[in-house]
């Protein structure tokens, strides 16, 4: 969490290149740190549009 928190662009490229879904990302986040689940979801959306799964549009 704390990684998220202090460098959020690269651990969502991190998320993004170590082939981790993003939606398992999001759950996790959504029960442990909804704050974060936010700028993750932001982030995603603003790096890769396109790869966005419809669920975590509707999260948005």
Known sequence: ML???SCPSQTI??????NIPA?????YLKQHSPNMQARYLELMLAMNENAISGNLQNEM
């Open 3 to 5: 990684v998220l928190e």
């Open 13 to 18: 490229e991190l998320f993004l290149s170590g």
């Open 23 to 27: 939606d398992m990302v999001n759950s």
